[in-house]
């Protein structure tokens, strides 16, 4: 992680560019290994709520990309108007982590990217039935077929951080 001393003063495209390259919400505290406990309990509340609701289900994503099904666009835009509503109350009331950490926004620049990514991620999705989060979540049902589809998504990211640096951005 790059950084920089407090008093060193830094153009704001400067700024910009190395928000592309560094993970600046990263939290600089250490703790204990017990401490990520909590999130496997909330991973394990996430994959059951994924099953119980069918986002998970191959068959509703397919009912999905074929316009057939309004559940997923429901599922996705009760989501969407959560986390516009989470980010007005966080930006609104300055609200901090549970650690005390200031939760920062800081602005993204467009790409054509961003475009390609997108259209080959949904591609993925639509062949797959599986995006990154309920992956896990397919596997732990029993769809072992799914571990493919990891182990290609692992790869992805893999080629992506390998060629970061000469695809256009």
Same mark, same amino acid.
């Given at each position: 992680? @790059? ?22 919400? %990263?939290?600089?505290? %250490? ?34 990309? !074929? ?24 930006? !609104? ?7 005390? %950490?200031? @939760? ?60 970061? %640096? !000469?695809?256009?951005?």
């Amino acid at each position: 992680m @790059v950084k920089i001393a407090d008093a060193t003063p830094i153009s704001k495209d400067l700024e910009i560019r190395m928000m592309d390259t560094v993970c600046v919400n %990263e939290s600089q505290l %250490e703790h204990k290994w017990y401490h990520n406990l909590k999130y496997l309990a909330v991973g394990l509340l996430f994959g059951i709520i994924f099953v119980k609701s069918e986002v998970i289900s191959w068959y509703r994503i397919q009912e999905m990309f !074929r316009l057939q099904s309004f559940h997923m666009y429901g599922i996705i835009g009760s989501a969407v108007v959560v986390g516009a509503i989470s980010v007005w109350l966080i930006k !609104r009331f300055n609200i901090k982590t549970i650690y005390g %950490e200031q @939760v920062m926004f800081h602005p993204k620049t467009f790409n054509k990217g961003q475009i390609f990514g997108g259209l080959i991620f949904g591609l993925g999705w639509a062949v797959t039935g599986a995006c990154p989060g309920p992956l896990f979540a397919q596997i732990g049902t029993g769809a072992s077929v799914i571990l493919i589809t990891l182990l290609s998504a692992i790869a992805g990211t893999w080629v992506y951080g390998y060629l970061r %640096e !000469r695809l256009p951005h």
